[in-house]
């Protein structure tokens, strides 16, 4: 099937026809640089991270923009409570953010302009809408007059009447309607500022994403994408700032993701259920993480608890495992580079088969307006019959091999476009080990002496002691497995 996505701005799929052929602008809108990224950003940075990846797997050439709000009333207030230049405040959070997208192994973007990079240019934006009628100047302050676009809440699917009767700010009586938003803010006494025609001030949000996704993409967008809090005011602005101004369509499609929630509440810090990207990292391989978040469909929402986490990373555990076992029965030995399908038994031709179907079954669930968590199911389905090969049907023959080699690299390759199965098998489940070790206040090296003071009762046949320990470990929740290597050991 060709790729079809959900557009909000429709409210149905369609089917996906960027407006260059084989080439996609895309523009995500980022995060506002005043503390730490929350799992909520981590969604929204996930979600599209695959499909940038996906799209270029499909051979899309793509160019993707993801922006810095580096100037807003969140960044002045925190450095005014800090006594320090808002820049300072940007600066820092900015580089906290690429921690984050670094260690959840989130690809750059092609660009990622900053706001304040590009005053000038949001300047002469909002001087075309003033000279075509669609804003106005009050005492240095500029807004877009919403009664001058006819077509606004069409994103959002909202009329003027309603929403004028909605609105629970407080009316500014300088404004024409009270739906009219700020492009331009008239500088205060310790805040940022830039020179502009009507003196002094800064850019309001909206009209800084319009003008860095249209800089960098043309005035036509293929794709721009956000959390689903962002359709209303934040993208009916966009579309309103941007079509005023060239009189062509802004975006051709709109992708938004669902929210997080915790144990079935929105994610709040009053409620103190607010969880930061760093502090669940410390709990969780990141790779984990991506496996929680891409289990659901982008669209919907989905429940952050301990449960839904241990689920993803069982099942992460099972496909490191069996890439584990893979490179052990691989290493060493002379792989063929091809074996003709007609020379494969029963059990190597179902397995092969199997590979080439989850290929298919991979791009049809992805085609379906990015439906990881489909595709993360054939990718289980399949490793299941390349396991129960290795299990049962497996022997060195030279057939063999190479359909197991071909089946890892499958896994791996598909694993990528989701950000997943990157790492060396023995390394994550070291790291995996570590770090459920660490959640639970345990220190490895204990850990290892307890299994060498075990494997030392069981070579003097101590039973009792040996058992002693055993039941020791379990109860700080470490699970051990003897096989032929020694003694493995893994948190519960």
Not at 22 to 41: A, K, L, N, Q, S
Not at 53 to 71: A, E, G, H, I, M
Not at 94 to 113: K, N
Not at 224 to 248: I, M, S, Y
Request: hydrophobic share 40%.
């Amino acid at each position: 099937m060709g790729m079809k996505v959900f557009n909000t701005l429709s409210g149905r799929k369609e089917p996906f026809e960027p407006l260059v052929p084989g080439r996609v602008g895309m523009y995500v809108c980022g995060v506002t640089v005043y503390d730490r990224c929350h799992i909520g950003h981590a969604r929204c940075a996930v979600v599209f991270d695959v499909i940038y990846r996906y799209l270029r797997y499909s051979s899309f050439d793509v160019t993707y923009v993801r922006n810095f709000t580096d100037v807003d009333d969140k960044i002045i207030r925190r450095a005014n409570e800090e006594g320090v230049p808002a820049s300072e405040i940007a600066e820092r959070y900015i580089q906290a953010f690429y921690e984050d997208m670094d260690a959840l192994g989130v690809e750059r973007p092609t660009h990622e302009p900053r706001a304040t990079e590009h005053v000038e240019d949001m300047i002469a934006h909002i001087e075309g809408l003033i000279a075509k009628g669609h804003a106005y100047e009050v005492e240095g302050d500029v807004y877009f007059s919403v009664d001058s676009y006819p077509a606004y809440g069409r994103l959002s699917k909202r009329s003027l009447e309603d929403l004028v009767a909605g609105a629970r700010v407080e009316v500014d009586p300088r404004k024409r309607n009270p739906l009219d938003f700020a492009l331009w803010k008239a500088a205060k006494p310790g805040e940022p500022s830039w020179p502009s025609p009507w003196g002094p001030g800064r850019p309001g949000w909206h009209i800084e994403c319009s003008v860095m996704s249209q800089k960098y993409l043309g005035e036509t967008v293929d794709v721009h994408g956000g959390g689903k809090d962002l359709v209303f005011p934040h993208h009916e602005n966009e579309v309103a700032q941007a079509e005023a101004l060239t009189g062509r369509p802004f975006v051709r499609y709109w992708l938004h993701n669902g929210f997080v929630n915790v144990n079935q509440e929105k994610m709040s810090k009053s409620l103190g259920n607010f969880f930061t990207i760093h502090e669940v990292l410390k709990q969780v391989h990141p790779e984990v993480l991506r496996v929680f978040l891409l289990g659901h469909h982008y669209r919907s929402p989905v429940d952050y608890t301990d449960q839904a986490l241990h689920d993803a990373a069982a099942g992460l555990d099972r496909l490191y495992g069996l890439l584990e076992r893979a490179d052990g029965v691989l290493r060493g030995r002379d792989v063929p580079a091809q074996v003709p399908v007609s020379e494969l038994g029963n059990g190597s031709r179902a397995v092969h088969e199997a590979v080439l179907g989850l290929f298919y079954q991979f791009e049809h669930a992805m085609n379906d307006d990015f439906n990881t968590a489909e595709a993360l199911g054939h990718i289980h389905r399949c490793a299941r019959e390349v396991g129960a090969f290795l299990h049962e049907g497996f022997d060195p023959q030279s057939h063999h091999l190479a359909v197991v080699r071909y089946a890892a690299e499958s896994l791996r390759k598909l694993g990528a476009v989701l950000g997943i199965l990157q790492d060396d098998p023995v390394a994550y489940r070291e790291a995996r080990r570590k770090g459920g070790a660490a959640t639970l206040g345990i220190d490895p090296e204990w850990v290892e002496r307890k299994i060498a003071e075990r494997a030392a009762a069981r070579k003097a046949r101590d039973w009792a002691t040996a058992d002693r320990i055993r039941d020791e470990l379990a109860e700080r929740g470490v699970v051990l497995e003897d096989g032929p290597g020694g003694t493995r050991w893994k948190v519960r």
